[in-house]
């Protein structure tokens, strides 16, 4: 069973930046592809970004693809989402997740078997 713990969610400015990041436990970081999905009020959960296992392939919503980077520390098991250039419209409340089987669509929440609790992200000036 594993766990993911999102942190680093806050009020910042359109154009500014904000980390987020998603610690682990319970399971073998190594072997979970990583995903980022963010929830609107109102709104679907959509996805955001996945990396592979090793962190060599990414992939990115359409919606934050230039601004937004994925990255992974294996040996922290923590994965990490860099969003520049926010706008307004990425106010969401921002999920970490995890899949052990690798075998479903990147972008489909239903690939993914565990979820972190989330942490808001508000884009206001």
């Known amino acids: 069973q594993v766990q993911l713990v999102e942190s680093g969610g806050g009020l910042v400015q359109p154009g500014g930046s904000l980390r987020l990041s998603c610690a682990a436990s319970?399971?073998?970081?190594?072997?979970?592809?990583m995903g980022w999905f963010r929830q609107a009020p109102g709104k679907e959960r959509e996805f955001v970004a996945a990396?592979?296992?090793?962190?060599?392939?990414?992939y990115y919503a359409d919606s934050v693809k230039g601004r937004f980077t994925i990255s992974r520390d294996n040996a922290r098991n923590t994965v990490y989402l860099q969003m520049n250039s926010l706008k307004p419209e990425d106010t969401a409340v921002y999920y970490c997740?995890?899949?052990?089987?690798?075998?479903?669509?990147?972008?489909?929440?239903?690939?993914?078997?565990?979820w972190g609790q989330g942490t808001q992200v508000t884009v206001s000036s």
């Open positions: 997740a995890a899949d052990y089987r690798r075998t479903g669509q990147t972008g489909s929440t239903v690939t993914y078997d565990y």
């Open positions: 319970g399971g073998t970081f190594s072997s979970l592809r």
């Open positions: 990396i592979s296992r090793t962190g060599g392939s990414t």
